[in-house]
């Protein structure tokens, strides 16, 4: 199947502080990207979707600002955590869809101290 | 709405036991696709398989096997066998069109006991 990487596996940053997460589909193009988050022992909730070239579509409930979605090329898409505060701690896990199919990046856990 | 439900929360066996986890379903959609996935402690998801709506039929791989039941709208995963590095929360998944969102089930911790 197709490689998607997400980078970084794991960040441990300061409370107040902005941490930016990359996924990457290293051999297709990928229109649309998936962002997921994950709370310990819990399922895995859609956070947004995001199209290239243009605005990210955020589920309800899900602050637009505070979860900065960029996806500029058809194989990059980067997730920024602004201000982050320790119920921001999650492992986020990001899908890139090429044709026909959506694979699944490596998974971020990110701990807010 | 889609719906995905995993009613067991948490699931213990013995090595070498056989063990089914529970998946079932809600659509109004008469075309989707239903998912595996397992997550071991590390959190990558690794993908199990894949079924469509239209396809019933029951596949074998290895020591893993699925049940398609339209009717009940159940997809339930049996792993026959099972060893201690199956030990890993399983997600079942569901989607209305090829490589659009998932809708995942709560998960299924497995611990698999030697």
């Known amino acids: 199947g197709a490689v998607v990487s997400q980078h970084p596996s794991w960040v441990i940053c300061k409370s107040g502080t902005s941490v930016k997460i990359e996924c990457r589909s290293l051999d297709f193009q990928a229109t649309t990207m998936f962002w997921y988050r994950q709370f310990p022992k819990q399922s895995l909730m859609l956070m947004a979707t995001s199209n290239e070239g243009s605005k990210a579509t955020y589920e309800q409930g899900v602050e637009k600002d505070k979860f900065l979605i960029n996806h500029a090329s058809l194989t990059l898409s980067t997730l920024t955590v602004t201000s982050a505060h320790p119920e921001d701690s999650s492992f986020y896990i990001c899908?890139?869809?090429?044709?026909?199919?959506?694979?699944f990046g490596q998974g971020t856990r990110l701990t807010v101290v | 709405a889609q719906k995905v439900t995993q009613a067991q929360t948490e699931i213990s066996v013995v090595e070498k036991e056989d063990v089914t986890l529970d998946c079932v379903y809600e659509t109004r959609d008469t075309t989707y696709y239903l998912f595996w996935y397992k997550q071991p402690p590390s959190g990558e998801l690794v993908f199990l398989i894949r079924r469509n709506s239209f396809d019933e039929q029951n596949e074998i791989s290895g020591r893993y096997s699925w049940n398609f039941q339209k009717s009940t709208s159940s997809f339930n995963f049996t792993i026959t066998a099972s060893q201690v590095v199956d030990s890993a929360v399983y997600f079942c998944a569901l989607n209305k069109a090829s490589g659009s969102r998932l809708t995942f089930g709560e998960g299924t911790q497995l611990t698999v006991n030697p």
């Open positions: 899908s890139a869809r090429d044709n026909s199919e959506a694979f």
